[in-house]
């Protein structure tokens, strides 16, 4: 399985940016994986951001981004986003996506903290 991360850029405080991932493979089934988005800041650990189930019907988000960002999936593009609103400074970091093959609650798979497969990173810039 291939993730590929696209979207991020240099946005200023309060702005807004959508990030994409999409996922491929030889017998790649997207809607049997639950995905979601991680970040990394410089000289600071990855950490979990948000995740979405397979079917798209639930989501989980640490705290300090809910209300501000949104996880969806489009199944027929094999395609994950992240709508990201109200940016901070703070939230300046290179985003991840992972996923792995999973039927449960995207709460339980974070729980879990078996992710199988990553992709490339795209960085994120808030800044004025």
């Known amino acids: 399985v291939q993730l590929q991360a696209s979207g991020g850029g240099l946005v200023q405080p309060g702005g807004s940016l959508r990030l994409s991932c999409v996922a491929s493979g030889r017998t790649f089934i997207f809607s049997k994986y639950t995905l979601g988005w991680f970040r990394q800041a410089l000289g600071k650990e990855r950490e979990f951001v948000a995740a979405i189930n397979w079917s798209g019907s639930s989501t989980y988000y640490t705290d300090s981004v809910k209300g501000r960002f949104t996880m969806s999936r489009d199944n027929d593009k094999n395609t994950v986003y992240l709508q990201m609103n109200s940016l901070k400074p703070e939230d300046t970091a290179v985003y991840y996506c992972?996923?792995?093959?999973?039927?449960?609650?995207?709460?339980?798979?974070?729980?879990?903290?078996?992710?199988?497969?990553w992709g490339e990173g795209t960085l994120v810039t808030v800044s004025s």
């Open positions: 992972a996923a792995e093959e999973f039927r449960g609650s995207p709460r339980l798979w974070i729980q879990r903290g078996s992710m199988d497969y």
